[in-house]
Structures are given as structure tokens and as C-alpha cells.
């Protein structure tokens, strides 16, 4: 008795696969009934890669941003902290020496003209 099961799941199998491989199965009615629903499914899933692709190139492009700005920041700082030392008076000092100046030991004079009062 086993053998003549065996054989007869083996040409239910085979007359399967043959009506998979011809595509005969599509026009089965349950396979009809459900084909909205298997759409739909299909969109939500197609809809859920995007979001997750999406989701992940704009994670790589604010990391990218994040870097910049940390770059940003820190030329800032510099550019600062330079700005700050060449404000010094004593820097002044010695720029101004290098061109020839030298600094006045008087207070400056107030030039007052007529008609200012």
C-alpha cells in the first residue's frame, strides 16, 4: 500500500509542478479572491523598502553634515583664537614696529574747531 501512495503523491506532485511551470494556476478562483489582498500586501512591502532606504541615506547624510560641522566649528575656533591674539596690544606693538611705527609717549590733543561747542 505504501508504494502505490508514494506513487500517487509523486504524479500529484509532478502534475503540480507541470501546472506551476505552464501557469495554469493563475487562473485558479481562490488564487483570484486573493489577488487584491496579495497586491496590497505587495505594495505596503515595496512601500516599507523604500521608507527603510530612505531612512537610512538621510541617517549617512546627516552623519556626513555632522562631520562638516564639527570641521566647521573647529576652524571657527581657530580663526578666532588667531583674531584674539592679533588683538592683543602687545602684538599691535610689534606689527606696527616691523612698519616703522613707533608708539607716542604724549596723550593725544583734542582739536577743537569754531562753531564746535
Known amino acids: 500500500m505504501s508504494v502505490r501512495v508514494s506513487k500517487k503523491r509523486l504524479q500529484q506532485s509532478g502534475r503540480a509542478a507541470r501546472e506551476i511551470l505552464r501557469g495554469s494556476f493563475i487562473g485558479h478562483p ?40 564639527n ?9 578666532k583664537s588667531n583674531l584674539m591674539k592679533m588683538g592683543t596690544e602687545s602684538s599691535v606693538r610689534q606689527r606696527s614696529q616691523a612698519l616703522g611705527l613707533v608708539p607716542s609717549h604724549r596723550a593725544p590733543e583734542r582739536i577743537e574747531l569754531p562753531g564746535d561747542e
Open 71 to 79: 570641521e566647521l566649528e573647529s576652524e571657527y575656533l581657530e580663526a
Open 30 to 69: 481562490v488564487i483570484i479572491r486573493n489577488l487584491p489582498f496579495a497586491l496590497y500586501v505587495t505594495g505596503l512591502s515595496l512601500l516599507a523598502i523604500w521608507g527603510a532606504h530612505r531612512a537610512e541615506s538621510r541617517v549617512k547624510e546627516i552623519s556626513k553634515k555632522v562631520v562638516h560641522l
